[in-house]
């Protein structure tokens, strides 16, 4: 049976936790794009980051396959962010709940992602919220002025049910928008 693929795209700002969400759950061996981090305030927070872009992939409940990408966070190599938008059925966009010094970065994201695929659904993921300082989704939505019809939830990239969970509520989402994938 050849199967019905589509791509999702995993954005967010430096850290959020993106490499980590797509290994989670791909169920082949992801590639990625890991180098060592170079500023102070980058090291302070990990050792490495993301240069191009992570991949992995998922069969979904329905047996779609979702071709997982992620995204650099760093502005840096904001050069990958409109390729790797290109053609995607959705975006996640992961916020670190539990540290907002980055989040400075996230306009400038979303707009270059929303020019590139100006139809495909959002949805937040305010991630981390496994440690004891994370802020509730209710709290992220309205800290950074998510409107009521884009869906925010609370998510844990280390937790491959949580992270299934999410990639089902965003199938969901496309479903509604792509009735032509449901049968096929
Ligand atoms: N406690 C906890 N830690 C997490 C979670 N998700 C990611 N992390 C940690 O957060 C750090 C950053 O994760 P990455 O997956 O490298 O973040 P990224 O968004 O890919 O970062 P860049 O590619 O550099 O923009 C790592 O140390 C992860 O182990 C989570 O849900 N809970
Ligand atoms: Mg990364």
Redesign the pocket.
Known sequence: MSRKAFKILVA??????????VKTVSQIETISTERKTTLVEEKAK?E???VAMDFGEYINKYGHKLRIF?I???ERFSFMWPILAKDTKAFIF?VDSTDTSRWFEIPKQIKVLIKVSPSAPFLFVA??T??PEAMSADEIRRRLRIPSHIKVVE????DRTTVEKILDEITEEILKRNPDLKNF
């Not at 700002?13 to 969400?21: I, R």
């Not at 998510?155 to 280390?158: I, N, R």
């Open positions: 967010g700002h430096f850290g959020a936790g993106k490499t980590t969400f990990k490495t980051t993301t992620g650099p966070g760093q992961l991630n981390k496994d440690l998510g844990v990239a280390t």
